[in-house]
């Protein structure tokens, strides 16, 4: 103000010296005063000039937003406005953009601020309250969202105040990207808070709107899980852009909601898994065999957690008088239209679970396990009965092993109405290994247990006689030269024995022709003169085989005189001599018994 008051100062005296005349004569210092004076009025003149346009020029920055705010005017701002757009006193709607501006006297008549310009990062928005426009009509919180082909002239606060623009939160958020906004009307919200609704894949967004957009005929529909039950959830839902709860989700993918307009619930529409095990102590026999083969039983406990991730703790069924618990898995999906009616009647999937479907599933099962149970007739053999044929029976302690399929799709069927009441499809329900009391398999077990050992001892004969014949072969493989020889030795002793045979069959029958001979010359000649040729014949055959015998009988008998000649003829000589000996005392025996 000092500089402005100043230059007005010196640009009037500097015109007033310029500009003045003098009567006085004509002479040399005369012309060198006026000469001076009016040098001195352009030179205040101009240091006038300057002082003044030094107030009048202001540079922006590239990456600000130069705001007005006027000081002297002599208009005031209109009751309930805060924005001047006619000159007024106080924030100026218009904003100065980067660059060099001049406006006469600006910086004596206004003050001037520089705003950063608005950066929305990508993955946020920018929520937006407008601090000036008219007032929110009744009943409503939220000015209507503006379509995105007019949001560049909304965001220009002459046109927005101009234009009917509703003062308060504005339901139109700042996507990613820079803006230069008069930061005296928008105030702009910028933290973790005004990130981006992302539906992932998968998975489906139910809406929940506070605002209404103008022009949609808003009516509320009640809306089922299912068209077959009628105690099925039903829930009003409203057409998109409406009030309430939309009938139609979001599907994957991003959007730019106001979280002030709009809440969003997330649907996993994905096939999960709801396991129920765990939480009981389990009781196990353990059989073993011993080196002399008898079966040893041991009993322990396992103490079995409920897992983290497990949706409730194993289902206590109780069977023939016994408690026995029972691990179950159900498959369950969301379908995406039936999304808004499980988040409108409960609250979602995770409410649906624990106050709907665990206790349905835990009373079916409780249900089916302990009454009855259908079971197809089957033969003596153990095959099923030709056409089929079913039994309604009294559920027993081993239909949880024996006949499981039959329970699973008895507990199933019940579930899956209970599921399609709620807007949930149960795809399956698979029974887990139930925890049988050991005292019920243990006979059982010991029975397998010794087949088992029955058929290993049988295989094991088996091997031992196949080891016998392998090493037998093996063996006999060896042997096999010792075989042969032996064999060749049988077969020549076998033809020994044929021949021996066959020579005593001979030497029986020479015999046998041989004493009819002895038996008919005894008949002849009587028994000694028989007894003396076969003597004679026997000293005759060893004489023959041996010639120097004949000496030696010279020797023995001396009284017989034997002639030049030796040998056989010694021999005949001999013999003649003994049989006429013994003919000689034949006849005289003869005679001698023919005188008496």
Not at 449 to 469: G, N
Request: with cysteine.
């Amino acid at each position: 103000m000092i500089g402005v008051i100043i230059g007005i100062v010196a640009i009037a005296l500097g015109v007033s010296i310029i500009l003045r005349r003098t009567g006085a004569p004509v002479g040399s210092h005369r012309i060198v005063r006026v000469f001076g004076s009016r040098i001195m009025g352009i030179f205040l003149t101009v240091v006038g000039v300057f002082l003044l346009l030094s107030t009048s020029f202001i540079f922006v920055d590239a990456n600000y937003v130069g705001h007005l705010k006027r000081i002297y005017a002599f208009k005031e701002l209109p009751q309930g406005r805060i924005l001047a757009l006619d000159g007024e006193k106080g924030p100026q709607a218009q904003i100065l953009g980067p660059g060099f501006h001049f406006i006469p006297l600006v910086r004596v008549l206004y003050d001037f601020e520089e705003w950063e310009i608005v950066t929305i990062p990508e993955g946020y928005y920018g929520q937006l309250t407008t601090l000036d426009g008219q007032a929110m009509p009744s009943g409503m919180f939220m000015a209507p969202s503006i379509p995105d082909d007019r949001v560049a002239d909304m965001l220009n606060a002459d046109s927005f105040l101009t234009k009917g623009g509703l003062r308060g939160p504005q339901e139109t958020v700042l996507k990613p990207g820079q803006y230069r906004l008069n930061r005296y009307l928008f105030d702009v919200t910028l933290n973790e808070n005004t990130n981006a609704t992302i539906i992932p894949a998968g998975h489906v967004g139910v809406v929940k709107s506070n605002v209404s957009q103008p022009g949609i005929n808003c009516v509320e529909e009640e809306v089922s899980a299912s068209n077959v039950s009628r105690e099925a959830l039903t829930v009003p839902l409203v057409p998109r852009g409406c009030v309430g709860i939309w009938k139609e989700p979001l599907f994957p993918g991003a959007y730019y909601l106001n979280r002030q307009a709009y809440e969003v619930t997330l649907v996993d529409t994905r096939v999960q898994t709801w396991e129920y095990k765990g939480g009981y102590t389990k009781r196990i026999i353990d059989l073993s065999v011993d080196q002399q083969g008898n079966i040893q039983q041991n009993e322990r406990s396992v103490q079995e957690k409920i897992p983290d991730d497990a949706a409730d703790r194993a289902v206590y069924v109780k069977v023939e008088g016994w408690d026995i618990p029972l691990e179950l898995r159900a498959l369950v999906q969301v379908d995406p239209d039936n999304a808004p009616v499980v988040v409108g009647s409960v609250g979602g999937l995770e409410e649906i679970e624990n106050r709907i479907l665990t206790p349905a599933i835990r009373s079916i099962v409780r249900n089916v396990a302990g009454a009855s149970i259908r079971v197809p007739d089957k033969n003596p053999d153990g095959t099923l009965v030709q056409p089929a044929s079913f039994t309604v029976r009294p559920t027993r302690v081993l239909d949880l092993i024996e006949n499981r399929d039959a329970l699973e799709q008895t507990i199933e069927q019940q579930i899956k109405v209970e599921g399609n009441k709620a807007g949930v499809d149960i795809r399956e329900i698979r029974l887990g290994e139930p925890a049988i009391p050991p005292e019920l398999l243990v006979s059982r077990l010991r029975v397998q247990l010794a087949d088992q050992l029955s058929i290993a001892y049988e295989r094991e004969t088996d091997a031992q006689q196949k080891r016998i014949e392998t090493e037998q072969a093996r063996s006999t493989a060896d042997e096999q030269p010792r075989l042969v020889e032996a064999q060749i030795a049988v077969q020549v002793a076998n033809q020994r024995e044929q021949e021996r045979a066959a020579l005593g069959r001979a030497e029986r029958q020479y015999l046998e022709e041989l004493a009819r001979g002895q038996r008919a010359q005894v008949d002849v000649l009587g028994q000694d003169r028989v007894a003396l040729l076969q003597a004679l014949e026997k000293l005759l055959n060893s004489l023959e085989r041996k010639p120097e015998l004949v000496g030696l009988v010279g020797k023995l008998v001396p009284n017989t005189v034997v002639g030049g000649d030796t040998g056989f003829a010694g021999a005949a000589a001999l013999l003649g001599a003994s049989l006429g000996g013994i003919q000689g005392q034949s006849g005289s025996q003869g005679r001698t018994t023919g005188g008496q």
